[in-house]
Nanobody
Framework: QVQLVESGGGLVQAGVSLRLSCAAS????????MGWFRQAPGKEREFVAA????????VFADSVKGRFTISRDNAKNAVYLQMNSLKPEDTAVYYC????????????????WGQGTQVTVSS
């Protein structure tokens, strides 16, 4: 299990950008698929984006495709979620997660989770 800590959330206006960071501990960070999920009150946690071990393959939810970018820096044990053109519907707690499986949209594939960081987008 890898330890994950998210940061970078906040209250922003619609249309602006925000970058979330996830700091990871563990010597095997580079062997994990990393993903971002989000959860709004009363809703199930949903997939946002994922990136493969080497960062070659990425996958995004349709709702954020073209607006969000996921990246990782294995030398820094970090993964990022660049969120552009934010919409009120993006409001949620965002979670960083790690998986020992290949890139997946299924939250059950992820066995390590951060504490989450709140992103609130006002109109």
């Amino acid at each position: 299990q890898v330890q994950l800590v998210e940061s970078g959330g906040g209250l922003v206006q619609a249309g602006v950008s925000l970058r979330l960071s996830c700091a990871a501990s563990g010597r095997t960070f580079s062997t994990y698929t990393m993903g971002w999920f989000r959860q709004a009150p009363g809703k199930e946690r949903e997939f946002v984006a994922a990136i493969s071990w080497r960062g070659i393959n990425t996958v995004f939810a349709d709702s954020v495709k073209g607006r969000f970018t996921i990246s990782r820096d294995n030398a820094k044990n970090a993964v990022y979620l660049q969120m552009n053109s934010l919409k009120p519907e993006d409001t949620a707690v965002y979670y960083c997660a790690a998986s020992e499986d290949y890139v997946s949209r299924d939250l059950d594939a992820y066995n390590s989770w951060g504490q989450g960081t709140q992103v609130t987008v006002s109109s």
